[in-house]
């Protein structure tokens, strides 16, 4: 199951929506819409998130969050380690090959570790010579 194929079961049970029904509102077969529930399809176009949206009346924040949780829900990832660090290449091994045996708690562990690079990332100072390219 993918994340925003979660979200939208959840969201579909606690509204009380018949699959076959969001299926035939989205244009789409309640086995394609089943199979996105159960992450066996590919990331959703941006048309059928929409669509999602548009379907439980989901605005402002929470839209946002399906949205980017559908752009983090690509079964089948490609990582292109090509250039970087060859620590880089080897943990996307890894993890390719070990990510079905982690345990809930372990992969809740590496999310957290991801979340705090993240975080780092965005507190990262803007150079000064990119602030005097801009005066």
Not at 35 to 45: I, M, S, Y
Not at 55 to 75: K, V
Not at 82 to 103: C, H, V
Request: hydrophobic share 40%.
């Amino acid at each position: 199951m993918t994340p925003f194929g979660e979200r939208v079961r959840q969201l579909r049970r606690e509204r009380g929506r018949m699959l076959k029904d969001m299926a035939s509102h989205l244009g789409v077969s309640s086995a394609y819409l089943s199979a996105l529930e159960r992450g066996e399809r590919g990331k959703p176009t941006w048309a059928l998130i929409q669509g999602v949206l548009q379907y439980f009346h989901i605005i402002w924040d929470e839209a946002d969050e399906l949205t980017r949780l559908a752009d983090l829900s690509d079964p089948k990832v490609k990582i292109d380690t090509a250039g970087g660090d060859p620590k880089a290449t080897l943990l996307a091994n890894r993890l390719a090959r070990e990510i079905q045996s982690l345990s809930e708690s372990e992969l809740e562990e590496m999310l957290a570790v991801l979340d705090r690079a993240q975080t780092r990332e965005r507190r990262l100072p803007v150079p000064i010579q990119a602030v005097q390219d801009t005066v």
